[in-house]
Structures are given as structure tokens and as C-alpha cells.
């Protein structure tokens, strides 16, 4: 089987199985044995779209959290991959810095809205500072992880074809450790969006996290689960963005 | 200490160039371990002459790659000196191209990028370095793969890329350190036989690290034994093959009197090696 035919079947294995999964959840529903007024029907859902978009102004509100998205996640990769060059470089600052990093890496930060909100006031920039803060550490892990678990023999390379220390990062190590680099920045993403939605909702200050919160006081599920595939989408989209990104960076895997 | 070789019928090979171009003198290297310091290397000494193929040879834990990491200058700490035509060696040398035991591509760059890369280090313009890429990867037997990754190679074929990198440089020394190892017999029969061509057709001085000695006698003009821990010379043997040699050479009777004349030394020492092994094994167990 060609690799083509191998994608082609791969895809709509992933569609046809989402197409089952949505169609047996409509089954439980319509048969009672799921209550429709915990779990909307997904043909409600589907219908609520069409309201969603057009009474809830919701390209603005798309807009808004994929920007805020969007600078945390340039944050977050130019300094989470600065951090993480520097503690490799820096042995000391790797043995003073590392636990730290890991343990923010696992503390709610979004539990620190306050302080940011105290800090940068009702804006999008405390939720693109708790995006970035929250996300930040997968990065640095990451990033530190790739360059220190560069294979030997590759720097010997390197030496041998007498590469100065600076040719030897941007030749050597910064491509070696880029793959993961990249499930960092991933991770990162993932947290840097969980955070800025949940910010959005908690400070009900625009984007889709607000829009989530609104429909869900105003007890509209079918709107809501509406929403939430609008951040779903958001995440795909940076998703794609991202693999394109590396495919250009490193055309082999 | 040369020794007699065993009258091989076959027709002697062309006398080397005398000049010498690799010197090493009195090599000494110790390493500090937890049970205390190891002597790695003990006093051994070699030339290697223009145009010639040198193997060392010797059993595992005899010091040979630490002789690699020395004669290629990723490890500056030892005894003796060790010299490029008079040049004492402080640090990697351009004179010298290191071929290593391990994979060595680089994953993210196809294979003529590989090839070009001491070039593109070099400063060479991007369509010069391309066309000299093209050269070696013809000259290593590659050529239609020069847009394929790594990733998309055999072994073998990789091996080769690494070669093909490392003649790029145009290295006054080939230092190789068991570049077949990973592979089956046959591949390494026919990639000696790529190495051996090469070698011939750029009369490329080179230093082969490796432990076989099938390997060792079908390629070299010299070959020096190494004793087991600590690793000293402990012969060295004249092969005196004809050449242009291939790996049909492997079923004459000279090339089995000589395989058998090495094993004989290398015998004593890599039962040593297993029973010192062995021994660190029981008393590691022991306090464990």
C-alpha cells in the first residue's frame, strides 16, 4: 500500500469514526438512555452554529483568542527556547533553575489570575501573561531536554570538521534537538490555550472563553458545545501552523 | 617489529612511500575511575607513511578508539606526542577526516548536504561544493540518492555518506574507527572493497581502528597488534598482498596464513580481556 493510500485511509478512518461516535451519542439521547439536558444532541449542536455565528459575533470574539493565542505562543517559544539555550549553556543555572522550572510547570497558574489582573488590569494582557507564564516551562524543559540528549558522535563531527562553538549550536545542536523542541512548544500551546480560555471565562473579558461562559449562565448547551468547537478549532489551526512550520525547519523525521 | 610474512604466492604489493606523515611517540593514557586510575594506553608507538593503510588491531578494552579520540585530537590528556608532518596534534586537526564507529549522518540533511557540509563550513560557494559533493558521492556509489535522508538508507549506505563527508574535506589522513561494525559480513566485504578502491585510486593515507581481522588483512599494508589492558604494540605485521586488491582475496591461501598468524597473537589477549571481564563481572556482583 502506497504511503498516500495509507493517509488517505488513515483520514477517513479518524472522520468515519467521529461520524459513528457522534451518531451513537444522537442514538443514546434520542432513546433517553442519555439526558439531553446534560448532553445536547449533536444535531442541536450542529444547528446552533449557524446562531452562534451570526448573534454572537463570534469571528471577533475567534479573532481575539487566537491573537492572544498567538503572542503567547511567539512568547513562549522565543523565550521558553532562550531559557532553555541558556540553562544548557550554563550548567550552573541548569542545577539552580531546573526543579523550578519543573515544579511551575505542574502549579495552577491560572489560580494566579488576580495578581495578573492586579498587575496588567482588566486586559487581554493578563490573559496572554497567564497563557504565557502557565506555558512556559514545557518549553524550557524541552528545549534543554533535545540539546543535552544530542548524540555524541554528532558534536564529535563537529569538532572534527574543527566547528567553532557558535557553528557548532546552529549547525549540530539546534537542529538535533529541534524535534523536541517542537513537542515542547506543542505542549506549550496546549497549556498556553487551556489557560487563555479559561482566563476569558474566569474575568469575562472577550474571546471565546467569555462566549462560553455567557451561553452557559444562559443555560444554552447546544451554543455552548458550539463554542467550545470554535477553540477546538483554534487549537487545530495552530496545530497545522506548527507542522508546517517544522516540516520547513526539518524536512526529515 | 616487523615479522616474516608467510610467503603468500601471490605477487608482493608496490613498495610505500617512506615519508613519514602520522607520528606517534610513546603515547601514555590514563583514565581515573572510581576503583582508582586505568592505564589505557601504555607507551605504544606508530608511523604511518604517505599513501599507506594502517589497521590497529586488538581485542575489546585494548585502547584502540582511545588511540582514534587522541590521533583525531577529541582527547588532549596523555602522554607522548603525537605529530602531522612535525605538527604536534593539540586539538582536531584539518589535516585528518575521522570516520566514526556510530551512525554519524546528520538525520535533518539529505545526502548531499551531508557530503557538502565541511565545505559549506569551509566557506565554499553553494555551487561549487554541490558539484564536489557530486564527485564523492559518485566516488562512494551513491549517486541517485543525493535528495534522500538519511532515514531512507541502509545502514551501509549511510556508512558510505559519512565517508563520502569526510573525503570532502580532502583530509591528508582517513582515521577510521570500526566503521563497519554495525553491519553484516557482506555489506563490510563490499564496503571494504569501496574503501579499498578509493583508497587506491586517491593513494588516501589511512588509519583503520578496528577488530576484525578479515577487515584488517584485506585492506592494510601494515597492521599493528595491541595487547589487552593496558594496550601496548605488540607486533606489528607486514601484509604483503598485491594490490589493486577486492574481497576475493579473502579465499587465497596467503590472506588465511595471515588471518591465522594474527588471530594466534590476538587469541591470548581477547581471552585475557574475557576473563578480566568476567572477574569484574563476579566481584561486581559481589559487593553489589
Redesign the interface.
Known sequence: MTRRRMNLYAGALGVGSLIVFFALMELLIQIGVLNRFVVPPPSEVLLSFERVIVEEDIAHRFLMTASECLTAGVMLTVFGILGGVLMHRFRLLQQACETWVAALASAPVVLMYPLFLVIFGRSAWTIIMIGFTAALPPVILKTLEGLSDTRKVLINVGKSFNLTPTQSFWKILLPAALPTIFVGVRLGLIFALINIVGVEFLINYGGLGQLINELAERYDLPGTYAAICFVILVSVLFFMALERIERWLRPAH | MPVSSPSPRATPSPAPATQTILDVDNLHVEFQTPDGPVVAVENVSLTVRKGEFLSIIGPSGCGKSTVFNVV???LTEHGGRVSIEGETIVG?H?S???V?Q???T?????VIDNVA??LE?AGVAKAQRMERARHFIDLVGLRGFERR????LSGGMRQRVSLAR?LA?EPKILLMDEPFAALDEQTRLLLGDKVLQIQQELHQTTLLITHNITEAVQMSDRILVMSYRPGKTKRIVEIDLPRPRTSEIVGSEAFGRYVAQIWADLREEASRGMQDDETSRVSHKASS
Do not use: Q
Open positions: 583525531g585530537g577529541l582536531p584539518p585528518i577526516g575521522m566514526f556510530e551512525e554519524s546528520f538525520p535533518w540533511r539529505c557540509f565541511p563550513i535522508f538519511p532515514g531512507e569526510t574535506s
